[in-house]
């Protein structure tokens, strides 16, 4: 997420926090220019660094939603095993620094500015984007942190996706849908496919999708790749008496050849999904990563991930930045039934599909305020006027308030819940101007 270089998490001393500035502004410089594919500069700086990323065994998880919940529910189950686990995902909502963590702290800024001064002339000399540097930049801090297994979300896509370089222990797509169709195809089909491209020969491949054709798909894909086992979830799994509510989601799981009522903080029926999808990815991925459904259900309430339905007082934040991320939140809502009337603040990506995301959202919104994250790339900035127009003719009730900090102070003041949505740009905006901290437990 460019532009915002806030931290609610402390930098000591004015020297330091000047050259963290400095080093996050020249690696968001780097977002700048041309989408860029392709494994080659990132193998070239990783061979730099020495190649951190042999020195530990990670898990690689991709897919259109679900990545993160799925990754924090992995860390908190092998952190229970009373393994180091190393996270990395993207992109942050305040801090750069959320993006790396071991057993939950996050990389120094330290770390992050000797990092940029000293591999500046490397990086540029190998054109390598800011996504390519950070994950080299991740990768080193695993090593030297001593991990004992890495827990990798990819960025975009899957088989040219940076973080692709790992050969991982086990690799798993949690769902497919329409995201970022100029780069992965435009076909939900054609999707799977990039995203398959993390299935590794020879190594475990889960499939955790619902849809029987796609995940068809995705088990085809990682078959051809020599993956072995492949494992689907659906197959295996069965979740049944999913109950949510305010303090997170309680299902009865039966997989592993045992049946067992998990609850896990994270609310939303997808969350009883996800969780499913993580047991299956650890125990694909063998001693010493699986857990007993006894293991999983002690360790479910130490889940921790921000901006996933995520409560604080009168506010919800979610990062829901697709039309199907939209229609969980909306069934999410209907379940937890929040004070009424909510009111959304609300800011979208040009490149997505806002329409629908609106649409989605009507029945469970009384009123939106529509308005422009500041850390919102500048070639994205949806139009409010084009919003404003289709909510007109759409019959939703919606306002534009071009200032996202007025339309803040004024989604905070109209209703009894203010929802927080749209993009990780909207949500972590809002976080940082009311000094929420996504690393707080």
């Given at each position: 997420?460019?532009?915002?270089?806030?931290?609610?998490?402390?930098?000591?001393?004015?020297?330091?926090?000047?050259?963290?500035?400095?080093?996050?502004?020249?690696?968001?410089?780097?977002?700048?220019?041309?989408?860029?594919?392709?494994?080659?500069?990132?193998?070239?700086?990783?061979?730099?660094?020495?190649?951190?990323?042999?020195?530990?065994?990670?898990?690689?998880?991709?897919?259109?939603?679900?990545?993160?919940?799925?990754?924090?529910?992995?860390?908190?189950?092998?952190?229970?095993?009373?393994?180091?686990?190393?996270?990395?995902?993207?992109?942050?909502?305040?801090?750069?620094?959320?993006?790396?963590?071991?057993?939950?702290?996050?990389?120094?800024?330290?770390?992050?500015?000797?990092?940029?001064?000293?591999?500046?002339?490397?990086?540029?000399?190998?054109?390598?984007?800011?996504?390519?540097?950070?994950?080299?930049?991740?990768?080193?801090?695993?090593?030297?942190?001593?991990?004992?297994?890495?827990?990798?979300?990819?960025?975009?896509?899957?088989?040219?996706?940076?973080?692709?370089?790992?050969?991982?222990?086990?690799?798993?797509?949690?769902?497919?849908?329409?995201?970022?169709?100029?780069?992965?195809?435009?076909?939900?089909?054609?999707?799977?496919?990039?995203?398959?491209?993390?299935?590794?020969?020879?190594?475990?491949?889960?499939?955790?999708?619902?849809?029987?054709?796609?995940?068809?798909?995705?088990?085809?894909?990682?078959?051809?790749?020599?993956?072995?086992?492949?494992?689907?979830?659906?197959?295996?799994?069965?979740?049944?008496?999913?109950?949510?509510?305010?303090?997170?989601?309680?299902?009865?799981?039966?997989?592993?050849?045992?049946?067992?009522?998990?609850?896990?903080?994270?609310?939303?029926?997808?969350?009883?999904?996800?969780?499913?999808?993580?047991?299956?990815?650890?125990?694909?991925?063998?001693?010493p990563y699986g857990c007993t459904l006894d293991d999983a259900a002690r360790a479910m309430p130490s889940v921790r991930v921000a901006g996933r339905f995520q409560r604080d007082g009168r506010f919800i934040f979610d990062v829901a930045h697709n039309a199907e991320g939209a229609l969980v939140l909306a069934d999410t809502l209907a379940l937890v039934q929040p004070s009424a009337p909510v009111v959304a603040l609300f800011s979208v990506l040009s490149d997505k599909d806002w329409r629908s995301m609106l649409?989605?959202?009507?029945?469970?919104?009384?009123?939106?305020?529509?308005?422009?994250?500041?850390?919102?790339?500048?070639?994205?900035?949806?139009?409010?006027?084009?919003?404003?127009?289709?909510?007109?003719?759409?019959?939703?009730?919606?306002?534009?308030?071009?200032?996202?900090?007025?339309?803040?102070?004024?989604?905070?003041?109209?209703?009894?819940?203010?929802?927080?949505?749209?993009?990780?740009?909207?949500?972590?905006?809002?976080?940082?101007?009311?000094?929420?901290?996504?690393?707080?437990?």
């Amino acid at each position: 997420m460019g532009g915002i270089l806030s931290s609610r998490a402390p930098v000591s001393g004015h020297d330091t926090a000047s050259r963290y500035k400095h080093a996050l502004d020249y690696l968001f410089a780097r977002t700048n220019g041309p989408f860029k594919f392709g494994l080659e500069r990132t193998e070239a700086l990783l061979r730099a660094l020495g190649d951190p990323h042999r020195a530990f065994p990670s898990l690689h998880i991709a897919g259109t939603n679900g990545k993160g919940s799925s990754v924090a529910t992995a860390e908190a189950l092998l952190r229970v095993k009373g393994l180091r686990v190393g996270s990395y995902t993207s992109p942050h909502l305040v801090d750069f620094r959320e993006r790396i963590t071991v057993n939950g702290e996050p990389i120094s800024a330290e770390e992050v500015i000797g990092f940029v001064e000293r591999w500046t002339p490397t990086v540029e000399s190998l054109g390598a984007t800011f996504f390519e540097a950070t994950t080299c930049l991740a990768f080193a801090h695993f090593a030297r942190a001593e991990v004992d297994v890495a827990v990798i979300e990819t960025g975009l896509g899957g088989r040219l996706d940076a973080t692709n370089v790992v050969n991982p222990v086990a690799a798993g797509v949690t769902s497919i849908d329409y995201d970022h169709t100029e780069y992965l195809g435009d076909t939900l089909e054609k999707i799977a496919s990039e995203k398959a491209g993390i299935y590794k020969a020879g190594r475990p491949a889960v499939v955790g999708e619902t849809d029987p054709a796609l995940r068809a798909v995705l088990a085809r894909d990682a078959r051809r790749a020599g993956a072995t086992p492949v494992r689907v979830v659906a197959d295996e799994c069965s979740i049944e008496n999913v109950r949510v509510n305010a303090s997170g989601t309680t299902f009865t799981l039966d997989a592993l050849g045992a049946r067992r009522q998990m609850t896990t903080p994270l609310t939303g029926r997808h969350q009883a999904e996800n969780a499913a999808f993580t047991i299956v990815l650890l125990a694909a991925a063998g001693a010493p990563y699986g857990c007993t459904l006894d293991d999983a259900a002690r360790a479910m309430p130490s889940v921790r991930v921000a901006g996933r339905f995520q409560r604080d007082g009168r506010f919800i934040f979610d990062v829901a930045h697709n039309a199907e991320g939209a229609l969980v939140l909306a069934d999410t809502l209907a379940l937890v039934q929040p004070s009424a009337p909510v009111v959304a603040l609300f800011s979208v990506l040009s490149d997505k599909d806002w329409r629908s995301m609106l649409r989605n959202l009507a029945p469970r919104v009384a009123h939106f305020i529509a308005t422009i994250a500041p850390s919102a790339p500048a070639g994205r900035v949806w139009s409010l006027e084009d919003v404003k127009q289709f909510a007109d003719s759409a019959a939703l009730s919606l306002e534009t308030v071009p200032d996202f900090d007025e339309a803040l102070t004024r989604a905070s003041t109209v209703g009894e819940t203010t929802l927080v949505t749209g993009s990780f740009h909207t949500v972590g905006d809002a976080m940082a101007r009311l000094q929420r901290s996504p690393l707080s437990r």
